[in-house]
C-alpha cells in the first residue's frame, strides 16, 4: 500500500487539500496520512472542523509576532522526525505558502518524492508576491509530480524545463472544494444586516501591501462606500496587527461596512456566492469567484492566476487610489462593464480535480483537464 502525507499549514492551503484527502481516503491502494505545521492555527482549526477531518501529525509551530525566519527554521527543525517515522512514498504540498517550500526542502534532504498541487503559477517577479513567488518556483525544483491547475500553469513549467512527463493538468482542488461549502439555504447575521443592498466582499492582507498601499485601497473603498447608499460591505479582516490598524484608521467609523473577525471557509465560499463584487489581495479567491460569476478588482500590480483576467473575470487595479476607486464606481454604475465580468467562464476547474490527481498517484490511466 501507497503511504502519502498531504501537509498544510494556511487556511487556503487547507481549503484547497481537504477535498483531497477526502478522494485519497477513498481509495483501497493508498494510506493517507495528513499533516498540519500549523502556521495558522485558528484558522486551520476552523477547516478542520468544515470537513470534519483531523491531522494525523500537527507540528504546532505558530508563536506571537512570528516571522518568515521563525516559520522557516520552526518547520524544518520539527518536521524531520515526523517524516521519517511515517516512511511515506510521497508527500504532496500545495501552492506558495512557507509550509508547502519548507516541506518540500525537507523532503529533497531526505529524499522523499514531492507532489506539488498547484504548480505552475508564476509572476516571474521574484518579490510579488512575497515570498510566494520565490517559494512556488523552488518547489519547482523539487516536485516530482507537478499538478497544475491550468493549460497556462503547465506551459510555465514546461518553459522551464520541467519534463513533460511530470505535469499533469487537473484544473484547481479549490473548484472540488465548494461543492462541500456552498448551499442554497445558508443564512448569516451579516447577511441580514446587507439585507436587499448590494453586498460587497473585502479581503485584503497581502504582505506587499502593508503600509501606504492598504491605506490607499481602504481609502478608495470608504469613498465609494460613501458615495453609493445601495452597497454595504463585509471584511472579514485578517489577524496581522498591521492590517488591522489600517482598516480601524480608515474605515473605523464607516457604517456602511462591517469589519468581522476571520470567517470559516464555509461562511467565506457562501459570502462570496451571494456578493455582487469582490475586492480582493487574495489569490484563492480569484480562482472562486468566477465559479458564483461575481466580478474581481484584484488591488494588486500582478496575479498568478492570469487566466481569470484573461477571461474577463477578474481585473487587475493595483493599489492606486485612483484606480481603485475608478474601476469600483465603473462596475457599480456600468451594467454592462459589470455584465461583461459576471458572464466570464471560469477557467479554473470543473470540480474533478482531485480525481485526477488521486488518479496519477494510483498509478491510472491519466486525461488531462482541457
Same mark, same amino acid.
Given at each position: ?5 498531504? *501537509?498544510?499549514?494556511? /487556511? %487556503? ?5 481537504? %477535498? ?15 499533516? =498540519? ?19 494525523? !501529525? ?8 512570528? $516571522?518568515?525566519?521563525?516559520?522557516? *527554521?520552526?518547520? &524544518? ?35 522523499? @518524492?514531492?507532489? #506539488?498541487?498547484?504548480?505552475?503559477? /508564476?509572476?516571474?517577479?521574484?518579490? $510579488? ?75 485584503? #492582507?497581502? +504582505?506587499?501591501? &502593508?503600509?501606504?498601499?492598504? #491605506?490607499?485601497?481602504? /481609502?478608495?473603498? +470608504? ?11 463585509? !471584511?472579514?479582516?485578517?489577524?496581522? %496587527? ?19 473577525? @476571520? ?9 462570496? $456566492? +451571494? =456578493?455582487?463584487?469582490? &475586492? ?24 498568478? /492566476? %492570469? ?12 493599489? =492606486? ?39 496519477? &498517484?494510483?498509478?491510472? @490511466? ?5
Amino acid at each position: 500500500m501507497k503511504k502519502i502525507v498531504i *501537509t498544510v499549514g494556511c /487556511r %487556503p492551503d487547507c481549503i484547497k487539500m481537504m %477535498p483531497l484527502v477526502k478522494e485519497l481516503k477513498k481509495r483501497d491502494g493508498i494510506k493517507t496520512i495528513l499533516l =498540519s505545521t500549523g502556521q495558522h492555527r485558528q484558522m486551520l482549526d476552523q477547516v478542520f472542523d468544515v470537513f470534519n477531518e483531523k491531522p494525523d !501529525y500537527d507540528l504546532e509551530i505558530m508563536k506571537p509576532g512570528q $516571522s518568515l525566519f521563525d516559520i522557516t *527554521t520552526n518547520i &524544518l527543525n520539527k518536521i524531520q522526525q515526523a517524516v521519517e517515522e511515517i516512511k511515506p512514498d510521497v508527500v504532496l504540498v500545495h501552492g506558495d505558502t512557507s509550509t508547502a517550500f519548507v516541506t518540500a526542502l525537507a523532503c529533497f534532504y531526505l529524499q522523499i @518524492p514531492v507532489g #506539488h498541487v498547484e504548480a505552475g503559477l /508564476r509572476t516571474y517577479n521574484i518579490y $510579488s508576491p512575497f515570498p510566494e513567488e520565490f517559494n512556488r518556483q523552488g518547489i519547482g525544483l523539487i516536485a516530482k509530480y507537478n499538478f497544475a491547475p491550468t493549460k497556462l500553469a503547465k506551459q510555465n513549467l514546461l518553459n522551464e524545463g520541467k519534463k513533460p512527463d511530470s505535469i499533469y493538468v487537473t484544473g484547481n482542488t479549490v473548484i472540488d472544494a465548494m461543492k462541500h461549502t456552498v448551499v442554497e439555504d445558508y443564512h448569516h447575521p451579516e447577511l441580514d444586516w446587507v439585507g436587499n443592498d448590494k453586498l460587497i466582499f473585502i479581503t485584503a #492582507h497581502r +504582505r506587499e501591501n &502593508l503600509g501606504e498601499p492598504m #491605506h490607499n485601497m481602504f /481609502r478608495a473603498i +470608504r469613498c465609494v462606500l460613501d458615495e453609493h447608499p445601495d452597497c454595504k460591505a463585509i !471584511y472579514p479582516i485578517h489577524m496581522n %496587527p498591521i492590517v488591522r490598524k489600517a482598516a480601524d484608521e480608515e474605515l473605523g467609523d464607516c457604517d456602511r461596512i462591517h469589519i468581522i473577525e @476571520p470567517i470559516e471557509v464555509f461562511d467565506c465560499h457562501n459570502f462570496e $456566492s +451571494r =456578493s455582487y463584487l469582490i &475586492l480582493t489581495d487574495s489569490g484563492g479567491i480569484q480562482e472562486e469567484a468566477p465559479a458564483f460569476g461575481v466580478p474581481v478588482l484584484v488591488m494588486r500590480d500582478t496575479t498568478e /492566476r %492570469p487566466e481569470g483576467v484573461d477571461a474577463g473575470a477578474l481585473k487587475l487595479v493595483g493599489t =492606486s487610489e485612483k484606480v481603485i476607486y475608478e474601476e469600483f464606481t465603473k462596475l457599480l454604475n456600468n451594467k454592462e462593464e459589470y455584465a461583461k465580468m459576471a458572464k466570464a467562464v471560469n477557467p479554473y476547474g470543473d470540480g474533478n480535480a482531485c480525481k485526477r490527481i488521486a488518479d496519477v &498517484l494510483e498509478g491510472k @490511466p491519466f486525461k488531462e483537464w482541457k
